[in-house]
T-cell receptor, first 112, second 113 residues
Framework: NAGVTQTPKFQVLKTGQSMTLQCAQD?????MSWYRQDPGMGLRLIHY???????DQGEVPNGYNVSRSTTEDFPLRLLSAAPSQTSVYFC???????????FGQGTRLTVV | SQKIEQNSEALNIQEGKTATLTCNYT??????LQWYRQDPGRGPVFLLL?????KEKRKERLKVTFDTTLKQSLFHITASQPADSATYLC????????????FGTGTQLKVEL
């Protein structure tokens, strides 16, 4: 039982490049979320999903796309990376009651 | 706006003392509050959840209180140890519950020998 797995752990992108951050969970959780964490800003919700095929925007969705084709996977796509997207990204999953959140180890992304 | 405030200044205490961290919130009172621990380079790890009808919750050396009048939660670590050094985050759900958690910026705790 691995919990929430994120890949890659580190990534450097050039401005304008695209990439996908992967997130997978093996706990059969309905809810999955993506957060970014910046110094002094705390964790901010980017997008979330309440089940396969259902996604919605969080607090800071601009520049990011998500899809949820299976219960297990919730990838985050950056279509055209910008320096403002330099951050640490965390994926999380919750059970149906939406209480305890399980987080992945994070992806540290630098956009130059 | 949904706001959670935690003391941004690091808290330094001596081993064996009780550490007390504060979480203040504005506007609505949530159905529950959660506390997480985050170590450098790692994701947050859930510690405790306290519901609005619970004044206090304990887990081993941890104690959390919830005061809906003051709009505040206190997180205590008794008999603190250097291994307790980490950043502690407070989080609340939106009105009506759900999984769209809003997190505070966290308070860094350093327990010194």
């Amino acid at each position: 039982n691995a919990g929430v797995t994120q890949t890659p752990k580190f990534q450097v992108l050039k401005t304008g490049q695209s990439m996908t951050l992967q997130c997978a969970q093996d706990m059969n959780h309905e809810y999955m979320s993506w957060y970014r964490q910046d110094p002094g800003m705390g964790l901010r919700l980017i997008h979330y999903s309440v089940g396969a095929g259902i996604t919605d925007q969080g607090e800071v969705p601009n520049g990011y796309n998500v899809s949820r084709s299976t219960t297990e996977d919730f990838p985050l796509r950056l279509l055209s990376a910008a320096p403002s997207q330099t951050s640490v990204y965390f994926c999380a999953s919750n059970n149906r009651r939406g209480t305890e959140a399980f987080f992945g180890q994070g992806t540290r992304l630098t956009v130059v | 706006s949904q706001k959670i405030e935690q003391n941004s200044e690091a808290l330094n205490i001596q081993e064996g003392k009780t550490a007390t961290l504060t979480c203040n919130y504005t506007n609505y009172s949530p159905a529950y509050l959660q506390w997480y621990r985050q170590d450098p380079g790692r994701g947050p790890v859930f510690l405790l959840l306290i519901r609005e009808n619970e004044k206090e919750k304990r887990k081993e050396r941890l104690k959390v209180t919830f005061d809906t009048t003051l709009k505040q939660s206190l997180f205590h670590i008794t008999a603190s140890q250097p291994a307790d050094s980490a950043t502690y985050l407070c989080a609340r759900p939106p009105p009506g519950g759900g999984n769209k958690l809003t997190f505070g910026t966290g308070t860094q705790l350093k327990v010194e020998l």
